[in-house]
């Protein structure tokens, strides 16, 4: 794949609604050529097709879903509760009494953007914190009759 088929396709990352006009246009080649390279990328594989993500979609019980268990070995958990509450995956962050002390819950859309936070979190800890990750396999929940839902 030479250059200006890498270009080509980071355009289409960015936007795969553009035109082929705007596309010629970011990667110095004539309208038809790119068409051409996108139909022979499309035919040899090397774009494999082109994806939808709505609002819709990442509202569904089919994200993933997460608890940080912190112990932050005695320190504040307000500068602690701040950072994480900048992540839009975060929904709860609960003060805990015992051994634990937060129980933070994410919903999230991949396991790479769980690793991402958790990178982020595990930079800014104090010496001897900790976290453990668990992981929610399975939910059940009451209606509004009280019957239990899975």
């Known amino acids: 794949m030479d250059s200006f088929n890498q270009k080509i396709i980071a355009a289409l990352k960015e936007n795969a609604r553009q035109s082929v006009s705007s596309i010629a246009e970011q990667v110095n080649l004539s309208r038809t050529a790119v068409s051409e390279r996108i139909k022979r990328m499309e035919e040899e594989g090397d774009i494999l097709g082109y994806q939808v993500i709505s609002a819709a979609n990442t509202h569904t019980p089919h994200r993933l879903k997460a608890y940080f268990e912190i112990r932050n070995g005695g320190y504040k958990c307000a500068p602690m509760i701040q950072r994480l509450m900048q992540y839009p995956e975060v929904h709860y962050c609960h003060g805990t009494s015992g051994e634990v002390d937060l129980l933070v819950y ?32 399975q939910q059940w929940s009451r209606d509004k009759e009280g019957t239990i839902d899975k």
């Open 106 to 137: 994410l919903e999230f859309s991949t396991m790479d953007r769980l690793h991402d936070i958790l990178f982020d979190i595990d930079r800014e800890l104090p010496k001897g914190a900790k976290i453990i990750t668990h992981m929610v396999m």
